[in-house]
Nanobody, 124 residues
Framework: QVQLVESGGGLVQAGGSLSLSCAAS????????MAWFRQVPGKERDFVTH????????DYADSVKGRFTMSRDNAKNTVYLHMNFLKPEDTAVYYC?????????????????WGQGTQVTVSS
């Protein structure tokens, strides 16, 4: 079992920056994949980025590439999402997710473990 706790959401003006954290309880493995998804009301949960816990390699949705960066801190069992040049369309509830496997999937159904979500609101 993996429990995920997110923090760091809030309100920011367009063009600003915000960072989210996701602390994972329990042991992590080099074969784990950690991801961030986001969701707006009435729409499906969309892939934002993922990181392989073992080697730190990442993948990003085109909509955030060059603006968002995902990283990890092995010692703290924590992943981060650093968001720069935020746009109003980035407004959503952001969820941290985990899979006990290496996966390139961008489908939320591939991730069995989820945090509670944190609201990010970008004002224009």
């Amino acid at each position: 079992q993996v429990q995920l706790v997110e923090s760091g959401g809030g309100l920011v003006q367009a063009g600003g920056s915000l960072s989210l954290s996701c602390a994972a309880s329990g042991r992590t493995f080099s074969t784990d994949t950690m991801a961030w998804f986001r969701q707006v009301p009435g729409k499906e949960r969309d892939f934002v980025t993922h990181i392989f816990w073992g080697d730190g390699s990442t993948d990003y949705a085109d909509s955030v590439k060059g603006r968002f960066t995902m990283s990890r801190d092995n010692a703290k069992n924590t992943v981060y999402l650093h968001m720069n040049f935020l746009k109003p369309e980035d407004t959503a509830v952001y969820y941290c997710a985990a899979a006990r496997a290496l996966t390139y999937s961008r489908n939320y159904a591939s991730y069995p473990y989820w945090g509670q979500g944190t609201q990010v609101t970008v004002s224009s």
